[in-house]
């Protein structure tokens, strides 16, 4: 068998590190992609999480006892006095 020539080690080595500078420029292209991704995804969660802060402020201030009560005026309705508050107590079932 004849051995292989300088020149075809040389092609060799070219294709090898032709193919190792392709998966590498891959790679890269990869995780600048991805990276680009998880910033978008950063941004987005920033805004819904303003926006959670935004719907539970809007909450709190919806059912606070001053909005309450006056919406409760509106529809005719009045707070009740201490003689029409009843506490009910449940039966104790679990006596043996």
Do not use: H, K, Y
Not at 28 to 53: F, G, H, I, K, P
């Amino acid at each position: 068998m004849r051995r292989p020539r300088g020149r075809l080690w040389v092609v060799l080595w070219l294709v090898f590190v032709l193919g190792i500078l392709f998966w590498v420029v891959a790679r890269q292209t990869s995780s600048v992609m991805a990276a680009a991704e998880l910033d978008s995804l950063r941004v987005e969660r920033s805004d819904l999480e303003a926006q959670r802060t935004e719907l539970i402020r809007r909450v709190r201030q919806a059912g606070s006892r001053n909005v309450l009560g006056e919406r409760a005026e509106q529809m005719g309705l009045r707070s009740a006095v201490d003689s029409e508050i009843v506490i009910l107590a449940a039966p104790d079932t679990l006596q043996r």
